[in-house]
């Protein structure tokens, strides 16, 4: 099972260079991303990582779901050679993070959730940056760097410097940044966080389309829409370790379809008579029914097709409906799911 | 080295292609030596910030302090013009101040996440490091350039001619690099813009003052005195100032081996190496300590 020229045999030291011959032999692999028991204690005794099994196939548009200091950013790291493992395997590309992370960084590209880009530069420079840092050769750069400002429909502000952008625009230019050496695997960390639906969509297109050329991707996001509208298949973390996996349908199936949620006039009593009825409303038999604060709430397949005659019906027995709302099931949605429990976001805000 | 081999087709497709990489040692350094040069282009500020001070102490020093101070100069040093004696203490200066703006420069880079993004590339750590030093460096031989065309223009005279501008600004940057490495230090400790830059001003006067810089030690208080034996300033002044004046004014350290002008010069540029190589030590510690992997 020892591959030929096995990136082990390279050393540890970042600077070893690596023989084209070897790159070629260890490099070839169906398996983009292979995961083996990793952890990551960091040095204040935090487990941001506790122990995740996984794998990403080549070409697969892997999203890495979960909320704020669940763990996300620290493994994408770990898979980015930015940090070493505490204990378990990790290769990317077929190179082991710890003994060949130069071979790493030749194979990937990497955006990070803060937008990274040199504002003093312009977008063209930016980009030939990245560039020259990946080593793209030199008759190919021109081409290269048009090309991709031309992806990210920066072209008109190319001689513009990268501060006067917007922020829709600078995420942008950091994406082409990442993509400039057309590497088989790339890695976005919460690409959309804090902009706007109109920009959103733009990127997300973007990566769709770098996807259908044959890109592996891997995305984390805190948002159950955006896994759902790019990726083939997810992987939840709560906590550092991997709560569900699946593809977008198995884990909404998991939630068990869309919430109706449903504000009823008259208090705790008018509250559970409307329970009641919709658990025995046959439109909805495998609903799930809680009482809220201002009514009740019920995620069911058909939410959206029957929760009209469901406010009939609620009607016809003297309750006074004051408002209602169908919508998609949430990230906080899956995790109730999964987990039986709210998410709470500001215990989650402390770790890392 | 625990990396099982788990993944049973890790090596048995080859067919990819595989990302090409055109990175070499020099290729990475001169990337990097020109990303550092076009930011500093791009941002005039930096560069007429670190020369315009150096410029104010030039001229007012000159016309203001000229008569009383050129009296003090002349006593040890006679026929020789206080425009002459302070070109050197200016070109030091500049160096100072040329030096402060590396580790801002760095700190902007981790702020920006430039850093994190360079250390992601398969460049050379060690090259992307060497290369933003040699920009800065570059800009500071330039300043020193700048500085000593200046100072003649207002009256100095560099007897030793072209050798002697050379020699200058090879003591400017010797001196710089010690304030370079400390500069970085501050910024990878701090990891903040302003603590940095104050961190690294608050130092440049009382380095300067309390020197050989201004006015020769013997004028000065017996403290100052001490202090300036201590201050690395004094040594570059002072090899700076053998060469302007081909004599051998080295005040602190008294070294004959050589015979006139050199020995003004060797002492201070060997003190100043031995400082580059501790603080550039220090610095290169925390900077590959900051770019490592290793879980913090």
């Not at chain 1, 940056?129 to 750069?141: D, I, L, N, S, T």
């Not at chain 2, 060997?270 to 913090?296: E, F, N, P, W």
Request: hydrophobic share 45%.
């Amino acid at each position: 099972m020892s591959p030929p020229g096995s990136a082990d045999t390279a050393g540890s030291s970042e600077d070893d260079g690596v023989s084209e011959a070897e790159t070629a032999a260890a490099g070839g692999s169906a398996t983009a991303i292979a995961v083996d028991g990793l952890e990551l204690v960091y040095s204040d005794g935090t487990a941001a990582v506790r122990g995740i099994e996984m794998g990403v196939p080549e070409g697969e548009f892997f999203g890495f779901l979960g909320p704020n200091g669940a763990g996300k950013t620290t493994t994408i790291k770990v898979f980015a050679t930015l940090l070493s493992p505490t204990s378990g395997a990790v290769r990317v590309n077929g190179f082991d993070v710890r003994s060949a992370p130069r071979e790493i960084r030749k194979s990937i590209g990497y955006m990070a959730q803060e937008t990274s880009i040199d504002p003093e530069l312009t977008a063209e420079e930016n980009i030939r940056f990245a560039c020259e840092a990946h080593g793209v050769p030199r008759e190919e750069r021109s081409e290269r760097v048009t090309e991709l400002l031309d992806l990210v429909d920066l072209a008109d502000v190319a001689g513009k410097r990268a501060e006067e952008f917007s922020g829709g625009m600078k995420k942008r230019l950091d994406a082409a940044t990442a993509l400039v050496h057309r590497p088989p695997l790339v890695f976005l960390d919460e690409p959309t966080t804090g902009l706007d639906p109109k920009a959103r969509n733009r990127l997300w297109d973007y990566f769709r389309r770098i996807n259908d050329l044959g890109t592996t991707i891997f995305l984390t996001t805190q948002y159950l829409e955006e896994a759902d509208q790019l990726c083939d298949r997810l992987a939840v973390i709560l906590d550092g370790e991997i709560v569900a996996e699946g593809s977008p349908a198995e884990l909404k199936r998991e939630v068990g379809g869309e919430v109706l949620e449903v504000e009823v006039e008259g208090g705790s009593g008018a509250r559970q008579r409307a329970a009641t009825i919709a658990r025995e409303f046959d439109a909805f038999a495998d609903a799930s029914v809680t009482e809220t604060d201002e009514g009740i709430s019920v995620t069911a397949e058909a939410a959206r097709q029957h929760g009209t005659d469901l406010l009939v019906t609620l009607r016809d027995a003297d309750l006074t409906v004051t408002g209602f709302n169908i919508r998609a099931p949430t990230l906080d949605d899956v995790f109730l799911a999964i987990t039986g429990d709210e998410l709470d976001t500001d215990e989650m805000e402390a770790g890392r | 080295m625990s990396a099982p081999e788990t993944d049973e087709r890790a090596g048995a497709d080859s067919a990819r292609p595989v990302a090409r990489s055109g990175n070499s040692f020099v290729g990475d350094v001169w990337v990097n030596f020109k990303r550092w040069n076009l930011k500093a282009v791009r941002n005039p500020f930096v560069l007429v910030v670190s020369l315009v001070q150096p410029i104010i102490f030039l001229v007012l020093f000159t016309e203001v302090f000229g008569n009383v101070a050129g009296g003090a100069v002349n006593q040890g040093l006679p026929g020789v013009s206080y425009e002459t004696y302070l070109v050197p203490a200016i070109a030091i200066q500049v160096a100072l101040a040329a030096a402060i703006t590396s580790g801002v420069g760095l700190v902007n880079d981790i702020e920006n996440g430039m850093f994190e993004k360079v250390l992601v590339t398969p460049m050379n750590r060690t090259a992307v490091f060497v290369g933003k030093t040699a920009a800065e460096v570059f800009r500071i031989a330039v300043q020193i350039a700048i500085i000593l065309g200046l100072g003649v223009l207002l009256g100095a005279e560099i007897v030793t001619g072209i050798v002697g501008v050379v020699g200058i600004v090879a003591v400017g940057i010797l001196f710089s690099l010690w304030f370079v490495a400390l500069s970085n230090a501050l910024a990878i400790i701090t990891r903040d813009q302003e603590s940095t830059i104050i961190g690294a001003n608050l130092l440049q006067f009382p380095l300067l003052f309390l020197s050989s810089a201004f006015l020769p030690l013997a004028a000065l208080p017996g403290w100052v005195q001490t202090f300036a034996r201590f201050n690395p300033v004094t040594y570059g002044v002072d090899a700076a100032r053998s060469l302007i004046i081909d004599q051998d004014v080295m005040t602190v350290l008294d070294v004959s081996w050589f015979g006139g002008t050199l020995d003004g010069v060797v002492p201070g540029v060997a003190v100043l190496v031995a400082l580059d190589l501790v603080l550039g030590g220090i610095a290169v510690y925390l900077l590959s300590r900051a770019s490592s992997s290793d879980v913090k």
